[in-house]
């Protein structure tokens, strides 16, 4: 048995050898009908009675019924063979209803505490052999047993009540706390999945560039030795890069934990990133349609991670690193469509890779969309996002090129007019 069961029950046990003690003692209380203090002289008359009664009341938390109809008995019993009248023997029966009304359901509480309100007072005037006289009616002992049964079933109701808030309070708690624990793990999950996420977008680009380089400067190490010097310059460049970029994530992880994960790119900045290409060996020619504009916080980086996975997914598998990139400015929706010639339809992204993963789910949180289509040896992505624009005094992605990147300009091939 639990520690904490023990306890209860000890307790408990204690609380019934006290009530079985306070019963017996009732019966030397002078109290009777016409104040002679009857059962104070018949005190041990009586209390055979109310220890029986008492003895009764320990069973009173298992079967409060029984228990109550037993010492409603005893009263009567008592009666019967001729021993003085006493209102103490309304004590055990008040005993058993405080009980009822704790432990069992208020309909029967309300309907045995009616019943007894009501018999009790005639059989104290049956048994007194008193009239039924408004002065017989209204005396003190005739209402006595009544009023300690109404008593006696409002605090135990009370005290039910009481309880049953306390467990309930309790139980809200434990609801709490498991959602907290809930919510917790959910926010782990989602670090877990950004980290992820963060750590693909940031290091796959130059991760490829280094492969793929590596394999340059080794064909070409002994036939073109410049090629392949360039190519091993690009390869330590892209190492360093991606050293840098896990030093700052680590120490953003150790840092803080009110902070980003990693710091989230801007798409206003985009031209550094076709910039970081274009070193690398990619051509890309960026094509703008409509007006642009700058996007909101939570648009902007997610437009610029879908760049940059299009883009590495090109570099990747395209024999040609050449690339197209259309930004397509509407008024509900910026369009952006990456597209790459491929050698064959093995070569093409597979579209369950973590990167393309990552961009379907970063573009469902926002209401976006990312379609995937394959054919004629080029290999094409359209992302939609939904036109929130920025309130902020932001540039436009277009608006922003550095000069001194050897990055492909983000020119205008049209411009046209939308409804």
């Not at 037993?70 to 021993?83: F, K, N, S």
């Not at 808030?165 to 434990?174: F, I, N």
Request: hydrophobic share 50%; net charge neutral; charged share 25%.
């Amino acid at each position: 048995m639990p520690a904490q069961a023990r306890s209860v029950r000890a307790r408990d046990v204690v609380v019934d050898v006290i009530v079985f003690v306070f019963v017996c003692l009732a019966s030397f209380v002078p109290a009777s009908r016409d104040g002679a203090g009857e059962a104070g002289r018949y005190g041990l008359i009586v209390l055979p009675f109310m220890a029986a009664a008492g003895v009764v009341l320990f069973a009173r938390r298992r079967f409060p019924v029984p228990a109550l109809v037993v010492c409603l008995l005893i009263g009567l019993a008592a009666a019967l063979l001729g021993v003085p009248h006493s209102p103490v023997f309304a004590l055990p029966v008040a005993i058993g209803m405080y009980t009822l009304a704790r432990y069992r359901s208020r309909t029967l509480t309300v309907a045995l505490a009616v019943a007894l309100i009501v018999l009790l007072p005639l059989e104290e005037l049956i048994i007194a052999g008193a009239g039924f006289g408004a002065g017989d009616v209204t005396a003190p002992a005739t209402l006595q047993p009544a009023v300690l049964i109404a008593f006696a079933a409002a605090l135990g109701s009370a005290i039910r009540s009481y309880f049953d808030a306390l467990e309930s309070a309790r139980e809200r708690a434990r609801r709490a706390e498991e959602s907290r624990e809930a919510e917790a793990r959910r926010r782990v999950a989602e670090d877990r999945l950004a980290i992820a996420r963060d750590l693909h977008d940031s290091v796959a680009h130059r991760i490829a560039v280094i492969n793929l380089q590596a394999g340059v400067a080794e064909r070409s190490l002994r036939d073109d030795p410049d090629e392949a010097q360039a190519a091993i310059a690009i390869v330590g460049d892209a190492a360093r890069s991606v050293l840098a970029e896990l030093s700052d994530m680590l120490g953003l992880l150790r840092s803080s934990v009110d902070r980003d994960i990693v710091e989230e790119p801007d798409f206003a900045r985009i031209q550094g990133l076709l910039s970081l290409f274009a070193k690398s060996g990619l051509k890309v020619s960026v094509h703008v349609n409509g007006e642009p504009y700058a996007l909101d916080s939570r648009l902007s980086p997610i437009a610029y991670r879908v760049v940059q996975e299009a883009l590495t997914n090109a570099y990747k598998h395209g024999p040609e690193r050449t690339a197209e990139v259309e930004l397509d400015y509407g008024p509900d929706a910026l369009r952006i469509r990456v597209a790459n010639p491929i050698a064959g339809e093995a070569t093409a992204p597979s579209g369950d890779g973590h990167g393309l993963i990552g961009m379907r789910e970063r573009l469902a949180e926002v209401g976006g969309s990312v379609q995937l289509e394959r054919g004629d040896g080029r290999f094409e992505l359209v992302a939609t996002l939904p036109a929130a624009r920025d309130k902020a005094d932001r540039p436009a992605a277009v608006g922003a090129r550095d000069t001194a990147d050897p990055a492909p300009a983000l020119t205008h091939a049209s411009t046209r007019s939308r409804p």
